[in-house]
């Protein structure tokens, strides 16, 4: 029987090898292609936001977090009072406001 299965044997173990720079190279690259593709394009946006939501003023046509249209009539400190038709207010936060919209957008009549 011993024909067909050769006799396994232990070998030594390799020295363990020194860490060297190079073996940190493909983190290093993964690294920086996920802050040039996904964290710093994300820092833009929202430093982008924040600048519009602190420029906000009366009758700026704005939409919602929510997707509510309507337009600026009142502006607090942290909240933001939207007309959405005549007659109707709603109060949001500054930071649901999603985006300023081209003048015209909203039409009250």
Excluded: C
């Excluded at 390799?14 to 940190?24: G, K, R, V």
């Excluded at 820092?43 to 309507?70: F, I, N, Q, W, Y």
């Amino acid at each position: 029987m011993s024909m067909f299965i050769n006799d396994a044997w232990a070998e030594a173990t390799p020295a363990a090898a020194e860490p060297s720079l190079m073996s940190f190279v493909p983190l290093i690259l993964i690294f920086l292609i996920f802050y040039f593709l996904l964290i710093r394009p994300q820092m833009k946006r929202a430093k982008d936001h924040r600048k519009m939501v602190e420029t906000l003023a009366k009758h700026d046509e704005v939409v919602t977090s929510g997707g509510v249209l309507g337009r600026v009539v009142e502006l607090g400190e942290s909240f933001v009072t939207v007309e959405i038709a005549d007659g109707v207010q709603i109060k949001v936060q500054r930071s649901a406001v999603g985006q300023l919209v081209p003048k015209g957008t909203y039409k009250s009549g």
